[in-house]
């Protein structure tokens, strides 16, 4: 089984700066897809970013990035000038090629100050 | 309407009552999904369906009973539920199983009383 794991229940920064959250995973497969999703208080799951095993560029979304390590299984978001409405929790997820479901982390309760 | 939209947003419930949550995505996918999420618990696959067959049901109890009459829309059919099964169920859908990226609805908040 998949296991997704996100050491840090909760983060700060103040707005403008970058802050950069952390994800591990556990898999025997070679073929997988990696997620960081955004749970804001409306509580609509909304996709931030999308990995791809294969690819070894890691992906870019504006001010969102991660950091790709496919041999550490680890993968984290990087925050770049963080603004109020980053505030929200975030889910690492992992699906493999075969598999249906997503396996999500715990989360990363993220708080911008001003 | 676009992406995924969900109804009831909220619904409180009963033990004996039954009711139905609804889903329906405006994307053009052909899976659907239930999952459900609890306080402090990771988001749970509840089921999923493809081409309108299901292809996961992942130990739910009976009480709780889906459907998908089309590629359009699901059903989450709910009685006699128990308190423990307050949560927030999310539908989501995606293109296809396996690498494509499931897009999710705002979810219906049930409390059990």
């Known amino acids: 089984a998949q296991t997704v794991t996100q050491s840090q229940p909760e983060m700060s920064v103040q707005e403008a700066e970058t802050v950069t959250l952390s994800c591990t995973y556990d898999t025997s497969e070679s073929d997988y897809y990696l997620f960081w999703y955004k749970q804001p208080p409306s509580r609509q799951m909304i996709l931030v970013i999308r990995q791809e095993a294969y690819k070894q560029q890691n992906a870019t979304e504006n001010r969102f990035s991660v950091n790709f390590q496919k041999a550490a299984k680890s993968f984290s978001l990087k925050i770049s000038d963080s603004q109020l409405g980053d505030a929200a929790m975030y889910f690492c997820a992992y699906n493999s090629n075969s598999g249906y479901a997503l396996n999500f982390g715990k989360g990363t309760s993220l708080l911008v100050t001003p | 309407e676009t992406g995924v939209t969900q109804t009831p947003r909220h619904l409180v419930m009963g033990m004996t009552n039954k009711k139905s949550l609804k889903c329906e995505q405006h994307l053009g996918h052909n899976a659907m999904y239930w999952y459900k999420q609890s306080a402090k618990k990771p988001l749970e696959l509840m089921f999923v369906y493809s081409l309108e067959e299901r292809v996961e049901n992942n130990s739910v109890p009976s009480r709780f009973s889906p459907e998908c009459p089309n590629s359009s829309h699901l059903f989450l059919h709910l009685h006699t539920l128990q308190p423990e099964d307050s949560a927030l169920y999310l539908c989501?859908?995606?293109?296809?199983?396996?690498?494509?990226?499931?897009?999710f609805g705002p979810g219906t908040r049930l409390l059990v009383l």
């Open positions: 989501a859908s995606s293109q296809g199983l396996g690498e494509e990226t499931q897009y």
